[in-house]
């Protein structure tokens, strides 16, 4: 039988391999919304047998008729563009660039790779990763929602003279694909951060203090007093009154001799 912590490693694992495929999915979605030219679409109906369908996207505008033959025109010039279309386009850019370093790191974090070092430096890229993957669908979610309430705000103005648009599939793909990049992302920060932020604790432990055995406290006081320092200081005061009686019979017998000396001098 596992024990829990065995068990528990399991289910982080899959749980990894899981989010891991949700966040891939939700990365090719946002993939997708860039060569997707139906991002917004108008339909105007001039007689019976014609109809034409005007679409576009971020870089690009497109009309076609009901016989299907499409025809399509990139935007002339970058500068012209207003900013939210500026704005847009980095976003989901970043999100793109951000979801494939999560990729990465995710796949050299996850446990079932075994490409990473230890638990801990797994659990903090498998960290890293998520994070990547929840700014990644932030960022895109962003640029989304922003397109799809602009076209949204435009439709319903009753103010607003030129051609209104609809929010095309586009848009719709989009947040799908940026709702799987949060949720994925989210749920792999919370796990590996709990378990890198565990294991991280556990390295560090703080090791308990006790008064050594060398100090002893001397009662009715708050101090310590080193035993070793107390017998050292006492060895010390021991040797130096040695030496002090030492040169103090070194005196005595010189003075003797000195004596001895001059009485023998007047012999």
Not at 62 to 78: A, E, R, W
Not at 90 to 114: D, E, H, P, Q, R
Not at 227 to 253: F, M, T, V
Request: aromatic content about 10%.
């Amino acid at each position: 039988m596992k024990s829990p912590a065995a068990m528990n490693r399991t289910v982080v694992m899959y749980m990894e391999m899981g989010c891991f495929v949700v966040c891939v999915f939700g990365w090719i979605l946002v993939c997708s919304t860039m060569p997707t030219e139906i991002w917004t679409w108008s339909e105007v109906d001039s007689i019976v047998l014609t109809t034409s369908n005007y679409f576009s996207n971020l870089w690009k505008d497109c009309i076609s008729d009901s016989t299907g033959v499409s025809d399509c025109k990139g935007i002339p010039s970058l500068l012209a563009l207003n900013w939210d279309i500026h704005m847009c386009r980095a976003l989901i850019i970043i999100s793109i660039i951000l979801a494939f370093f999560g990729s990465v790191l995710l796949l050299v974090g996850m446990k079932c790779t075994k490409i990473g070092g230890s638990e801990i430096a797994n659990a903090r890229v498998t960290f890293a990763a998520g994070m990547n993957y929840l700014i990644s669908g932030l960022c895109s979610m962003v640029a989304f929602s922003f397109y799809g309430n602009k076209i949204r705000s435009e439709f319903q103005d009753p103010n607003f003279r030129a051609q209104k648009f609809e929010i095309g599939v586009g848009v719709f793909i989009g947040w799908a694909g940026s709702t799987l990049l949060v949720v994925g992302g989210l749920l792999i920060s919370i796990f590996s951060g709990m378990e890198g932020c565990q294991s991280s604790s556990k390295a560090k432990g703080v090791p308990d203090y006790s008064v050594p055995v060398d100090y002893r406290a001397i009662s009715g006081k708050g101090t310590y007093i080193s035993s070793i320092g107390s017998a050292g200081d006492l060895g010390g005061k021991s040797s130096q009154g040695s030496s002090e009686g030492g040169r103090a019979s070194k005196a005595s017998s010189v003075t003797r001799s000195s004596k001895t000396y001059s009485s023998n001098a007047y012999v």
